[in-house]
């Protein structure tokens, strides 16, 4: 991508609706599926959420970029959304704090944004008539063009994106004198849960999405995690067999949102693509042990199947999200084994859900 000041840009649904912005300074392409995310603050957190990947992100908030970015701010090495369409971008940022603008950030991990997007009308649409594929392009004057490359780019149903953004080789987090050992399989994992983790005396090894149980096994971890990532759960395979062995073996295993949803499947229960998906940082759940809400925050267009979860003979619905009444947590009743459909790391406000991390310590310590 160039530089260019301000150009005309577009957002173009695969349905063939088409509405109009502005580039933030950039010319370009970006395709993926589009989806909008309701919090008020953290976008540079949305943003390099590896669950994100794939994904052209609109930004409900009507201000993005008005405090800047700061580098520890991040949950990946890198900006992880497709694309940003939003409202009113800042080109000035006010917080004292912060390390740079929105917009060189951009710039640097050279992804497109576009503002002066009728967000409103935008997000109403998508909720009206569901996710789907959409570009957003600075090449205003090549409408039927896009449409053919569009219509080229694969449906996120059945799409295993986890390869895409995990680690490579299996890498170490914390401090390796702690307590407890944790293994964890990188399906797109936030750094600000291996933090959580750290926090309570716990050392990691973070494995690639496709490391089988016999290696994460090999380091004689005390629990197991899998965690977030981006795309259809059904097709992580290796990521199933590797739940179905630790479930086998009783020993303790902590799954969030993705993981969440392979503890499913290893457990028979089928998963779904949602109509619109849960994308925010104030969304209403109930733990059903304790009567009490939490705030959470939530990034997911996928949820397990709840007839099937109720009909399991082993599993029990832990957490429900009070929206729409979805399956946001199961427990094994047999087993050392929990997980949960939002991110307890990621606290905008509220620590509500922080309990879950020292509930999988409290899991470890009782094996």
């Known amino acids: 991508m160039k530089y260019n000041k301000r150009d005309k840009a577009l957002v173009l649904l695969s349905d063939g609706t088409i509405f109009y912005g502005k580039s933030i300074g950039q010319s370009g392409t970006a395709f993926g599926e589009v989806c909008f995310n309701t919090g008020t603050t953290g976008y540079q957190e949305i943003f390099t959420d590896p669950s994100y990947f794939g994904q052209i992100m609109v930004a409900t908030n009507a201000h993005i970029g008005n405090y800047g970015t700061k580098e520890d701010e991040v949950e990946s090495d890198s900006i992880k959304i497709s694309g940003l369409i939003c409202k009113n971008f800042s080109f000035n940022y006010s917080r004292e704090a912060a390390d740079d603008s929105l917009q060189n950030f951009f710039e640097k991990n050279n992804v497109l944004a576009i503002s002066d997007v009728d967000t409103r009308a935008l997000v109403s649409y998508i909720r009206e008539n569901g996710a789907m594929n959409a570009v957003i392009s600075t090449d205003v004057d090549n409408i039927e063009g896009l449409k053919e490359q569009l219509a080229k780019v694969p449906q996120m149903n059945g799409l295993e994106l986890a390869s895409q953004v995990s680690t490579k080789e299996p890498y170490y987090y914390g401090d390796e004198n702690a307590t407890y050992k944790i293994a964890a399989l990188d399906l797109g994992i936030k750094k600000n849960i291996l933090r959580n983790l750290a926090k309570r005396d716990a050392y990691i090894k973070v494995f690639p999405y496709n490391a089988t149980f016999e290696e994460m096994n090999e380091w004689n971890p005390d629990g197991y995690f899998l965690s977030n990532g981006p795309g259809d759960p059904e097709p992580l395979e290796a990521a199933q067999e590797v739940a179905k062995k630790i479930i086998e073996r009783n020993l303790p295993l902590f799954g969030i949102c993705l993981g969440h949803q392979v503890i499913a499947l290893a457990n028979g229960i089928s998963t779904y693509k949602m109509y619109n998906g849960h994308r925010g940082i104030n969304h209403p759940v109930k733990n059903l042990a304790t009567g009490k809400g939490e705030i959470t925050s939530q990034n997911h267009g996928f949820a397990i199947n709840r007839e099937e979860t109720e009909n399991h003979p082993d599993i029990e619905i832990s957490h429900v999200h009070l929206n ?30 922080s309990y879950l991390f020292d509930q999988f310590i409290e899991n470890i310590k009782n094996k």
Do not use: L, R
């Open 324 to 353: 729409d009444n979805t399956v946001a947590g199961i427990k094994m009743k047999s087993k050392n084994v929990f997980s949960v459909q939002y991110h307890p790391e990621a606290s905008p406000g509220p620590h509500d859900s």
